[in-house]
């Protein structure tokens, strides 16, 4: 069976740091992976998506994510946090085997301090 | 640009009562989900459908939760009676088919509240 770990709930940054957002996750066929981003009261937004192409993925807004297979790790990255960036972040995965059903982590929750 | 269209944005009703949530997906996506996000966790999926059938419903609690799409677009999913559990945002999303590598495509929610 398909799941995903976010491994932090929260992570605090200063603007124009680094930003790691961890990822793991357990499907036991080839998997899609994706990050999607939700601000308060919003819906969720695609970031990126991983989909057995080239591992390391670029998505909207400076984010990028390394599909990891050894790993089993899709961590989600970005050179300089900026204070938009601040919202709730979920990793999905998905496989064929699993219906193409999509099963979402817990989130993680970004701050950014001025 | 093509968006998710949901409405109403918020609710508040009280428990034993009847709510219903309108999604109508991006023209042209034949699937569409209904998910429930509790406050604090991930989305779960509710109900998957392809086009006006019912794909996957294993997680949509029957004996209270009803969902339609009779023509393959619009679609209403229905909670009777509401009950304090039920108070969550409830999100629609639709991708162009039935894929793996697919992307769904959300619209803003509905935030229930059941006092």
């Known amino acids: 069976a398909q799941s995903v770990t976010q491994l932090d709930s929260h992570v605090s940054v200063s603007e124009g740091t680094p930003v790691l957002l961890r990822c793991n996750y357990s499907s036991s066929y080839s998997p899609s992976l994706f990050w999607y981003v939700q601000h308060p009261n919003k819906g969720l937004q695609l970031l990126l998506k991983y989909t057995s192409a080239a591992t390391l993925v670029k998505g909207i807004n400076g984010f990028e994510a390394e599909f990891k297979k050894s790993e089993t790790s899709f961590h989600l990255t970005k050179p300089s946090a900026h204070m938009s960036d601040a919202a709730e972040y979920f990793c999905v995965v998905s496989e064929i085997k699993a219906g193409n059903m999509r099963t979402f982590g817990g989130g993680t929750r970004l701050m950014v301090k001025p | 640009e093509a968006e998710v269209a949901q409405s109403p944005r918020y609710k508040i009703t009280e428990k034993s009562q009847a709510v219903a949530f309108w999604c109508d997906p991006i023209?042209?996506?034949?699937?569409l989900y209904w998910y429930r996000q509790i406050l604090g966790q991930g989305p779960e999926l509710l109900v998957q459908?392809?086009?006006?059938?019912?794909?996957?419903d294993s997680q949509l609690p029957k004996d209270r939760f009803s969902a339609e799409r009779l023509k393959g677009v619009d679609s209403t999913l229905k909670i009777q009676p509401a009950e304090l559990g039920d108070s969550a945002m409830y999100l629609c999303?639709?991708?162009?088919?039935?894929?793996?590598?697919?992307?769904?495509?959300f619209g803003p929610g509905t935030r229930l509240l059941v006092l």
């Open positions: 999303a639709s991708s162009p088919r039935d894929s793996q590598k697919e992307t769904q495509y």
């Open positions: 023209s042209g996506h034949a699937t």
């Open positions: 459908f392809q086009d006006e059938s019912v794909v996957d």
